[in-house]
């Protein structure tokens, strides 16, 4: 099996979630189901779970792992934009906890064949949901370069977005850019090697392209508001994520709901990594979750 996914900050979620007396939890990412067996140490036993991920692959591994668990919990293959149609399936009203763990796995980002990682080569691809037609080659070798400018600076705020594009568009007319190791060198190529960092210079670009390509923030922003309507009175909402533009949407949509008296914030400034995890876990160091309550 490639490797499981590392179950960010899951003291914390379990902590400020507050899972003792929760019937239903929704896991909206559940991903290969690594905070999903944490909850279950810490749920109830007539408690259930619902889990929902756009990842075929991931969810036969959620599936496989939470066996043990398999008469309380019920896996979806939808995009948690949905999660109101699939709720209303399931006839349930109500859920006492959404939980939301943002952007790619250890486990995706670990088979090059998916093309989330550009430190393996592999097909430029980097869709969650296979059976979507728009892929990460369809943007690279098809839109103009002003399209793919506003692209990367917006989805990756990305400094050198331009010189990138230009020189995206220069290459692709040579040949098509269909691995991710080509387009880590056209990046590398573009940006001015004294720029260089302890980031990846390519770090940005692929992550505009996966937001893209998987239509994230749009539906971060449907989800989070479908969650807090679908949320019981005294439930809680938790979200991780792993970036500025995720973080932004979280932390306004929490307070702009606040401020109407619909919810109240746990935590006004967002949990991150303690220094004994960042020891377990590197990856996690971007991490923030933020929580807030249904009051009404």
């Known amino acids: 099996m490639k490797t499981v996914h590392y179950p960010v900050m899951y003291r914390e979620v379990i902590k400020e979630l507050s899972l003792r007396n929760k019937k239903i939890i929704v896991d909206c990412t559940i991903g290969v189901a690594s905070h999903a067996l944490k909850f279950f140490e ?51 009203k109500k859920a006492d906890i959404f939980f939301f763990d943002l952007g790619i ?73 269909s691995t991710t190791s080509q387009l880590k060198d056209v990046v590398l190529e573009a940006v001015p090697r004294r720029h260089y960092s302890f980031r990846h210079p390519a770090t940005r670009i692929f992550q505009a392209l996966r937001i893209v390509v998987n239509r994230e923030l749009e539906s971060l922003e449907m989800g989070i508001k479908k969650a807090i309507e679908h949320l019981s009175y005294g439930g809680r909402i938790g979200v991780i994520t792993f970036h500025s533009l995720e973080d932004r949407i979280v932390k306004h949509t929490f ?34 979750l933020r929580v807030a309550e249904k009051i009404i």
């Open 105 to 177: 796995s250890t486990f995706q980002l670990s088979d090059s064949q998916r093309g989330f990682s550009f430190s393996k080569d592999g097909p430029l691809d980097m869709r969650m949901d296979k059976m979507s037609f728009l892929c990460a080659y369809d943007i690279v070798n098809y839109l103009s370069e002003y399209e793919l400018n506003a692209i990367f600076k917006k989805f990756g705020e990305e400094r050198f977005s331009r010189r990138i594009a230009r020189l995206v568009v220069e290459k692709r007319r040579q040949e098509p850019i």
């Open 42 to 92: 810490a749920m109830d036993k007539d408690s259930i779970l619902i889990g929902i991920d756009k990842d075929d692959e991931s969810l036969r591994v959620a599936r496989m792992r939470l066996k043990k668990y398999e008469s309380r919990f019920e896996l979806f293959k939808d995009d948690f934009r949905n999660l109101d149609l699939i709720l209303d399936n399931l006839g349930i």
């Open 255 to 288: 307070r702009d709901l606040s401020l109407k008296g619909v919810v109240k914030l746990v935590n006004k400034k967002p949990f991150v990594p303690g220094t004994e995890e960042l020891k377990e876990n590197i990856s996690s160091r971007s991490a923030k």
